[in-house]
């Protein structure tokens, strides 16, 4: 029985592995990418839609073949489920989408440890309760370091003052911890903030206080000018009360008057009026008040 037939059609069914270029493509196996140079046919691009999509398929199925071509010649690992190839390094540069990050630096403890050489050992998260035979977190929700804030028995020291509250003394220790190591981080934010910018923690906040002292000027009525002065502040130029001119401009002074004049005709209660009338008769019913009583 001749099949010769038979297998030259289940042939034609599969595409050749086998695939040709005239210029060489370049791989960069460790991203797995290929970079294919040559020149694509314009009137194949240009026939009809199916003959496109056709030629871009086949362009397409060319180039992941050279890609698996390629990933079969690299060394292999394998393992009980599948074998795994092993990649090498990358070659391709890629930009980064924002600039690197800037060097953190230093707190004042980190500079004290580095002076003297000591060397931070991490501490795992989780610690074993072996009253409670069981796991807890070192710290924050049901962590180990609550446990002295709510034992059943405090023993009351020796200098204190045997009504005091153990407990209550006990929380605002630990309250206090918190703030000292949040003024801390305050602290070390600050530094590293002056630091980034060229100045010294201390001219840097002679600055900031300076510019909330100038700020400030703004909220009396003469600009600051009858307040009393600080020793060593500087004078500010240019913080002037602005009045409008008393000499206008014709249009402007009659649409002003207008517009005053249509607010009182029409009895408008708005946050420009002059005058509050209830605010007023309120006032004035509270004087007569006073002074029946006071006869």
Request: charged fraction near 40%; glycine fraction near 4%; include cysteine.
């Amino acid at each position: 029985m001749d099949v010769t037939g038979i297998l030259d059609e289940h042939k034609n069914r599969f595409k050749s592995i086998q695939v040709e270029r005239l210029v060489p493509v370049e791989f960069d196996l460790g991203l797995m990418a290929c970079f294919d140079v040559n020149m694509i046919d314009e009137a194949q691009l240009r026939a009809s839609q199916k003959a496109r999509d056709t030629y871009l398929q086949e362009l397409s199925r060319e180039g992941a073949q050279l890609m698996i071509n390629e990933l079969f010649s690299l060394p292999t690992t394998v393992d009980e489920d599948s074998v795994y190839a092993t990649l090498p390094a990358i070659r391709t540069v890629l930009p980064r989408e924002k600039p690197a990050p800037k060097e953190k630096p230093m707190t004042r403890w980190e500079k004290f440890a580095k002076i003297k050489n000591i060397q931070n050992k991490k501490k795992s998260r989780m610690v074993y309760d072996e009253e409670k035979a069981e796991w807890r977190p070192r710290f924050g929700f049901k962590g180990v370091n609550n446990d002295d804030q709510k034992p059943w028995l405090i023993e009351v020291p020796g200098n204190a003052d045997p009504y005091d509250d153990q407990y209550k003394a006990r929380r605002e220790e630990k309250k206090e911890r918190i703030d000292k190591n949040a003024r801390r981080a305050q602290r070390n934010f600050e530094e590293n903030l002056a630091v980034e910018k060229g100045m010294k923690p201390r001219d840097m906040r002679k600055r900031e206080l300076q510019s909330a002292l100038v700020l400030s000027k703004g909220s009396t009525a003469s600009m600051g000018k009858f307040d009393d002065k600080l020793a060593g502040e500087p004078k500010v130029k240019g913080l002037k009360r602005k009045f409008d001119p008393l000499v206008k401009n014709s249009d402007k002074e009659k649409s002003n008057n207008m517009e005053i004049l249509n607010r009182v005709s029409k009895g408008e209660a708005k946050t420009t009026s002059v005058v509050n009338v209830r605010k007023a008769q309120r006032a004035i019913n509270n004087a007569k008040r006073s002074k029946k009583q006071e006869k």
